[in-house]
């Protein structure tokens, strides 16, 4: 855990955040930004500052983010017309929080990426 991190610290409860789930890997929260009319950030607990370097060893948190989007997903009404699972890596990437997180987005037809 990074004391500094903002998500580390909505992880031990020290910063409120509406909590969508939560279980002893990942955590999910509404995004205070949204970009679509559902964003939803699922957040590992652990501290991994990016995919390529600090979650080696970690493909099993890798999987349960997504497994949990997915869950999310359906149960925001999401599925049947379809959303997105965005992971931004670095300052290109437009990650603006230096610890992993995907982006769960959906509620309305989205653009291209990039």
Do not use: W
Request: proline share 4%; with cysteine; charged share 20%.
């Amino acid at each position: 855990m990074d004391q500094q991190c903002i998500f580390c610290r909505i992880g031990t409860g020290d910063v409120p955040a509406e909590l969508l789930y939560r279980d002893r890997s990942v955590f999910a929260i509404k995004d205070i930004a949204p970009r679509a009319p559902t964003h939803i950030l699922v957040i590992p607990i652990e501290h991994y500052t990016d995919i390529a370097g600090s979650c080696s060893g970690s493909e099993q948190t890798l999987g349960r983010l997504i497994h949990v989007a997915g869950t999310l997903a359906k149960s925001q009404g999401l599925s049947e017309k379809g959303y997105r699972l965005v992971i931004n890596q670095g300052d290109d990437g437009g990650q603006t929080v230096s610890h992993l997180h995907m982006h769960l987005l959906g509620g309305r037809r989205l653009g291209p990426e990039g």
